[in-house]
C-alpha cells in the first residue's frame, strides 16, 4: 500500500525508465485511484518538478531539469566534476549555495560522483539539477553495469536483489582496497528522499516517513541512476548522522540498522538466509533489525541468527524491533535453548 509520501517516490522510479508518465500509469503503478494519481501529478508541476504536456484528458508530465550537463567517466575526478556543478549553480542560483545546504551537497554529490567513476565501469557520467521553491535534487546517472550488479559480483551474490539488504548495512563495497563502503549508506540518511535505480530494481529510502521500498523494473536501462531530494532549508549535516551510528568516543561506524525484509524475496526460514543477513557484521557493536512486514521466520533462521550467531558473536549486540507475536515467540524459544 503507498503512503502519500510515497507516490511521488514512485514517479520518479516511471520516470527513470520513461521520458513521460500519465495519471493512469501512476495510478496502476502506485496502486492508488486515477484522481489520486492525478491530484500528485498537478501538485508536482504547480510545484515546478514536472512539465504538462499535452490536453488535459490525455495530460502527461515530464521532469524538468534546471540544468543538465555531461562527462565522460574515464580519467574523471568527483572534485572537479562538483566544482564545475558549484560554478555553474552559482552563476544560475546564487543564493542556493550557502548555508548547511552546502555541505550536504558537497558530501553526498561528490559519493555519489564518486561510485559512478570508481564502480560503474560505464563511460559517461549524466548530471541533472531540480531546483523548487522548497527543495534540491541531483540526480546522477551512468552507463555502466549497476550498482547492484557490480555487488553481487565482488559478493558471490546468487541475485541482484541480495545486493539491495547488503548496501543497507553500511560499510558495504565492491571495491573494498579503496573504498569504505559508507557513501550510499551515509548519504540515503541525508536525504529527504533517496532513489537507487539499477538492474531492474528500485531502492527508496524515504526519512521524512522513515520508510523504504523496493520494486522491479524489468525494462529499466543499463546502468545506475541515483536521486536525492534535500529540503532547502536543510538541518541535517554529515556530523548529525555520524553521530548517530557511530562511537562518540573512537568515532569509528559502529551501529546499524538493518531492514530484515530486504534480505529475502520470500520467506525468513532458512540458515542460509540467516547467514545472509548476518554477513559482515563483525565490524558492529550495536545492530538493531526491523522486522517490520515480516510475519513470521522459520526455527532455522531464528536459531542461526539468535542462538548460534550470537553465541560466536557475543561481543555485537542484535536488538530485534517492531515483531510481531509470531516472530517474537520464535525468537524467544530459540533462545530459551
Known sequence: MNTPSSIPATIFVILASKETVSSSELATAAGVT????????????????????GSRRSSRYRLRADRVASYPLHGQMEHEVWAAEKKALGVLYPDLLSGPILGVLNFTFTEMVNNAIDHSLGTSLSIRWILTKSTVTFEVEDNGVGA??????????????????????????????RHSGLGIFLTSKMTSLFTLIANEY??????????????????????????????????????????QVSDPVTHRLNRTSLKVELFSEGMFISRTEAKLLSARLEGFEKVELDFTNVDEIGQGFADELFRVWKRDHGEIELIPINLNHAVQAMIAAVEAE
Not at 34 to 53: F, K, T
Not at 148 to 159: C, H, M, P, V
Not at 208 to 236: I, W
Open 148 to 177: 547492484f550488479e557490480a555487488l553481487r559480483e565482488s559478493r558471490g551474490f546468487t541475485s541482484n536483489f541480495q545486493s539491495i539488504g547488503e548496501l543497507s548495512k553500511g560499510k558495504q563495497t565492491s571495491a573494498p582496497d
Open 34 to 53: 486515477r484522481q489520486a494519481a492525478h491530484y500528485h501529478l498537478r501538485r508536482l508541476s504547480d510545484e515546478g518538478v514536472l512539465v504538462p504536456e
Open 202 to 243: 528500485s531502492w527508496k529510502v524515504d526519512a521524512e516517513t522513515d520508510d523504504y521500498a523496493v520494486g522491479a523494473l524489468p525494462h529499466y536501462k543499463q546502468g545506475t541512476l541515483v536521486r536525492c531530494v534535500f529540503p532547502r532549508d536543510v538541518t541535517v549535516t554529515l556530523q548529525d548522522v555520524m553521530r
